[in-house]
C-alpha cells in the first residue's frame, strides 16, 4: 500500500508539474514576469530565486502555481500580465491544459510503437493501428449460446457486429451492450474466417458469462514507427470525446436523479486504480497516467472560475464587451465556481470511499 500511494503521488506530482510548467513556459515566452513558479502546497522545503523568478518546491505534492506580475493586484509595467493582449494572455491560461494533453500523446505515442495491452476498450478501433491483440477462445459452457452457435476452443474472435476488440476485456465490455439481442461474431477457425449469430443472455447461469466462453487475450497492440504519432493523435482526440461526454453525462445524472454515476472516479479511486495499474505492469500503469493527464486537461477547460477555462471564458467577456470584469464580479464569480468545485469533489469522493471499501482496505 505504501508503494502505491508513493506512485500515486509521483502521478499527481508530475501531472501537475507539467500543467504549471505550461503556464510558466508561454508567460514568459509573452514577455509575463513571473514572480514565482511552486511546486506543491506550503510549508516549502527549498526556495532560490534565480533572475525575476523564485522557484520554490513545497511539501504537499497535490498541486502547485505559478505568479505572474499584475495577476490578482494592480501591477503594471510591460512585464504584467493585464499589461498583454487578450491573445497572449488567453496563450498563458490554455497552457497548461495543452501541456497535459500533450503529455498524453507523448505516452500514447511511445505505447503504440512499443506495443501495449490495452486497459480501457477502444482502442483497436484507431485506424492507425496495423496490430491488434488476439481473443481467442479457451472453454465453451455447455448448453450455451456459443455452443449453440458452434464454438469451440481455440477459435479466434476477430469482431462484434463489424467491429474489432483489442482484448478480451473489451470484447466481453462489447458483449454486454447487447444483451438479448442476436449479434454477428466474426470468428477465425483454423484461420479460416466465419461468421456466426449469437444472442447474450440477459440471465446467465451463475459461473458463465453472457454467451457462455473463457476467453484469452495474446499479443499487443502496435502502430508502426511512422504511425504510432497518428495512432496517439487520434486516440487523444477519443479519450478527450469520452471526457467531455462522461463528465456530461455525470452533471445530467448528478442534477436529474442525484446520484453519481458509476463511470465517475475521483482522487481515491485513481489512487485505486493506481495500485491495480502498478501491480499489472508499466505499460498498463503509463495507460493510467494518460486517462488522468487527458481528463485533468479536459476538467482545467471547463467554464467555471477559478479553472482555466473560466478565466478563458472572462477574456471572452473582455473581448465582446471591451472591458474587463470587476473585482466585484470576479470575486462573486470564483465564490461560486469554488463551491461548485468543492461540492463535486465532496460527492465523488464520498462515492469512491464507498464503491471501493476504502475503510476496510484501511
Given at each position: 500500500?505504501?508503494?502505491?500511494?508513493?506512485?500515486?503521488l509521483?502521478?499527481?506530482?508530475?501531472?501537475?508539474?507539467?500543467?504549471?510548467?505550461?503556464?510558466?513556459?508561454?508567460a514568459?515566452?509573452?514577455?509575463?514576469?513571473?514572480?514565482?513558479f511552486?511546486f506543491?502546497?506550503k510549508?516549502r522545503?527549498?526556495?532560490?530565486?534565480?533572475?525575476?523568478?523564485?522557484?520554490?518546491?513545497?511539501?504537499?505534492?497535490?498541486?502547485?502555481?505559478?505568479?505572474?506580475?499584475?495577476e490578482?493586484?494592480?501591477?503594471?509595467?510591460?512585464?504584467s500580465?493585464?499589461?498583454?493582449?487578450?491573445?497572449?494572455?488567453?496563450?498563458?491560461?490554455?497552457?497548461?491544459?495543452v501541456?497535459?494533453?500533450?503529455?498524453?500523446?507523448?505516452?500514447?505515442?511511445?505505447?503504440?510503437?512499443?506495443?501495449f495491452?490495452?486497459?480501457?476498450?477502444?482502442?483497436?478501433?484507431?485506424?492507425?493501428?496495423?496490430?491488434?491483440?488476439?481473443?481467442?477462445?479457451?472453454?465453451?459452457?455447455?448448453?450455451?449460446?456459443?455452443?449453440?452457435?458452434?464454438?469451440?476452443?481455440?477459435?479466434?474472435?476477430?469482431?462484434?457486429?463489424?467491429?474489432?476488440?483489442?482484448?478480451?476485456?473489451?470484447?466481453?465490455?462489447?458483449?454486454?451492450?447487447?444483451?438479448g439481442?442476436?449479434?454477428?461474431?466474426?470468428?477465425?477457425?483454423?484461420?479460416?474466417?466465419?461468421?456466426?449469430?449469437?444472442?447474450?443472455?440477459?440471465h446467465?447461469?451463475?459461473?458463465?458469462?453472457?454467451?457462455g466462453?473463457?476467453?484469452?487475450?495474446?499479443?499487443?497492440?502496435?502502430?508502426?514507427?511512422?504511425?504510432?504519432?497518428?495512432?496517439?493523435?487520434?486516440?487523444?482526440?477519443?479519450?478527450?470525446?469520452?471526457?467531455?461526454?462522461?463528465?456530461?453525462?455525470?452533471?445530467?445524472?448528478l442534477?436529474?436523479h442525484?446520484?453519481?454515476?458509476?463511470?465517475?472516479?475521483?482522487?481515491?479511486?485513481?489512487?485505486?486504480?493506481?495500485?491495480?495499474?502498478?501491480?499489472l505492469?508499466?505499460?498498463?500503469?503509463?495507460?493510467?497516467?494518460?486517462?488522468?493527464?487527458?481528463?485533468?486537461?479536459?476538467?482545467?477547460?471547463?467554464?467555471?472560475?477559478?479553472?482555466?477555462?473560466?478565466?478563458?471564458?472572462?477574456?471572452?467577456?473582455?473581448?465582446?464587451?471591451?472591458?474587463p470584469?470587476?473585482e466585484k464580479?470576479?470575486?462573486?464569480?470564483?465564490a461560486?465556481?469554488?463551491g461548485?468545485?468543492?461540492?463535486?469533489?465532496?460527492?465523488?469522493?464520498?462515492?469512491?470511499?464507498?464503491?471501493?471499501?476504502?475503510?476496510q482496505?484501511?
Amino acid at each position: 500500500m505504501l508503494i502505491t500511494l508513493l506512485v500515486f503521488l509521483a502521478i499527481i506530482a508530475l501531472l501537475v508539474f507539467v500543467h504549471e510548467l505550461g503556464h510558466f513556459l508561454v508567460a514568459k515566452w509573452n514577455g509575463v514576469v513571473v514572480e514565482e513558479f511552486a511546486f506543491g502546497f506550503k510549508p516549502r522545503i527549498w526556495g532560490k530565486k534565480i533572475g525575476e523568478t523564485f522557484y520554490a518546491i513545497n511539501a504537499v505534492p497535490l498541486g502547485g502555481y505559478v505568479k505572474m506580475l499584475g495577476e490578482g493586484d494592480d501591477a503594471a509595467g510591460p512585464g504584467s500580465f493585464k499589461s498583454k493582449t487578450i491573445f497572449q494572455r488567453f496563450q498563458v491560461m490554455v497552457a497548461g491544459a495543452v501541456m497535459n494533453l500533450l503529455l498524453g500523446w507523448v505516452l500514447l505515442t511511445i505505447l503504440f510503437w512499443v506495443g501495449f495491452q490495452p486497459l480501457f476498450p477502444g482502442v483497436a478501433k484507431d485506424p492507425f493501428v496495423h496490430q491488434t491483440s488476439t481473443v481467442l477462445v479457451t472453454g465453451v459452457s455447455a448448453g450455451s449460446p456459443a455452443q449453440t452457435a458452434g464454438l469451440k476452443a481455440g477459435d479466434q474472435i476477430v469482431a462484434i457486429n463489424g467491429e474489432k476488440s483489442a482484448t478480451a476485456q473489451e470484447f466481453i465490455a462489447s458483449v454486454g451492450s447487447f444483451l438479448g439481442q442476436p449479434v454477428n461474431l466474426t470468428v477465425k477457425e483454423n484461420n479460416v474466417a466465419k461468421t456466426v449469430v449469437v444472442t447474450p443472455r440477459v440471465h446467465p447461469p451463475a459461473g458463465q458469462g453472457a454467451i457462455g466462453v473463457a476467453l484469452t487475450s495474446s499479443g499487443n497492440v502496435k502502430a508502426g514507427l511512422l504511425a504510432a504519432p497518428a495512432a496517439a493523435i487520434y486516440e487523444t482526440g477519443r479519450i478527450i470525446g469520452l471526457s467531455v461526454a462522461g463528465f456530461g453525462h455525470f452533471v445530467a445524472t448528478l442534477v436529474a436523479h442525484q446520484r453519481v454515476s458509476q463511470d465517475v472516479t475521483g482522487l481515491v479511486g485513481v489512487g485505486v486504480l493506481t495500485g491495480v495499474a502498478r501491480r499489472l505492469g508499466l505499460t498498463y500503469l503509463a495507460q493510467l497516467v494518460v486517462m488522468i493527464t487527458i481528463g485533468l486537461g479536459v476538467i482545467n477547460l471547463l467554464p467555471i472560475l477559478p479553472l482555466d477555462g473560466g478565466q478563458i471564458v472572462a477574456l471572452g467577456y473582455e473581448k465582446a464587451a471591451g472591458r474587463p470584469l470587476n473585482e466585484k464580479q470576479l470575486n462573486a464569480l470564483v465564490a461560486i465556481g469554488l463551491g461548485i468545485v468543492l461540492l463535486l469533489f465532496v460527492v465523488v469522493t464520498y462515492k469512491d470511499i464507498v464503491r471501493f471499501n476504502i475503510f476496510q482496505r484501511i
